[in-house]
């Protein structure tokens, strides 16, 4: 699937009014969770979105098609944030668990979706009785984590005998952005990753998922291609938050910058996005 957010499908052009509050959130995330969890706010309304951008919804139904469950069954979206998988798998007839540290982000969830089901806890200890659980869900979630490893042994834990687990989520340090500056673009790229628990989680969920003992494990690449000025935000997000950390400096920043800003005035930007989504089953 290619998403080109210069030219969004009628209908969707307020898709990308999001990118502001995105250039903030990643110039506010760190290592430091503390740091995170300080504006689970501005991490909400850039959630809710990207939920909006071209594609996204088709990607979250591709996820729930994956998870293999239907009405009746039980699935548990790990990360919930503001809990819109959840409620969009409760309208399937699923009987759908949200789970998120953030008291903030279940807070919104039970507010937005009453009737749903939204619990407070980590990834680690699940407050789900063992094989209880016929999916597992897991979106934008395992970069924030610092041992995903025993994030999957607690899915093991709570999934049945074969029962499923999608997990989706970008690569941080596949984030590909053309620019008269290539060396600098490498920096600011593997700068900004770094600055995430797991950078490079989305290209290690095969291999997690095998180590865990996970079978039928299928991995997809989703694409969002981004040439138009409304992503000018993000790019200098990216760069702003790497300044702070002392692996570029401010002319090095602004520079790269002003590039940007000129390859989107003559239709010369190119930013393209891959979104990992890897499925796998419990064994029976
Ligand atoms: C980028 S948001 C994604 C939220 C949601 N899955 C979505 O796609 O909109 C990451 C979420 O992971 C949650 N999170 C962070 N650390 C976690 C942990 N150790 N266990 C479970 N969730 C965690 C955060 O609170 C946040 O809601």
């Known amino acids: 699937m290619l998403i080109d957010a210069r030219s969004p499908p009628t209908g969707i052009l307020c898709s990308l009014d999001f990118m502001p509050t995105l250039s ?10 503390e740091q995170t969890r300080q504006s689970p706010d501005s991490l909400i309304t850039l959630l809710d979105a990207a939920d909006r951008l071209p594609g996204a919804g088709e990607l979250r139904a591709h996820s729930y098609d994956l998870l293999g469950v239907g009405p009746g069954r039980t699935a548990v979206d790990v990360g919930c944030g503001a809990g819109r998988a959840v409620a969009e798998l409760a309208e399937r007839g699923v009987k759908a668990i949200g789970v998120d540290p953030s008291e903030r982000m279940i807070a919104v969830s039970r507010g937005r979706w009453p009737e749903a089901d939204f619990r407070i ?38 999934l049945g005998s074969g029962g499923r687990i999608v997990l989706l989520g970008q690569d941080w340090d596949t984030i590909v952005i053309d ?4 060396d600098l673009t490498r920096t600011i790229v593997h700068a900004r990753a770094d600055l995430t628990a797991g950078p490079r989680a989305a ?15 299928t991995v997809e690449v989703h694409t969002g291609v981004f040439t138009g000025p409304a ?22 920043t602004d520079t790269w910058i002003a590039d940007q800003r000129t390859r989107a005035e003559s239709d010369r930007l190119f930013l393209a996005l891959p979104m990992f989504v890897a499925a796998a089953t419990a064994p029976r």
Do not use: C, I, W
């Open 203 to 217: 290209r290690q969920y095969r291999n997690l998922l095998l180590d865990t003992g996970f079978d039928d494990v």
């Open 24 to 33: 903030r959130s990643l110039a506010l995330m760190t290592k430091d969770t």
């Open 121 to 158: 806890a980590e990834a680690y200890e699940l407050p789900l009785a063992d094989a209880s659980v016929d999916g597992y869900r897991a979106d934008k979630v395992f970069h924030e984590l610092a041992e995903p490893e025993r994030a999957l042994g607690e899915a093991r834990r709570v």
């Open 231 to 252: 992503v000018l935000p993000l790019l200098a997000g990216l760069a702003q938050a790497v300044r702070l950390t002392g692996a570029v400096t401010n002319e090095q």
């Open 179 to 182: 620019s008269d500056e290539p």
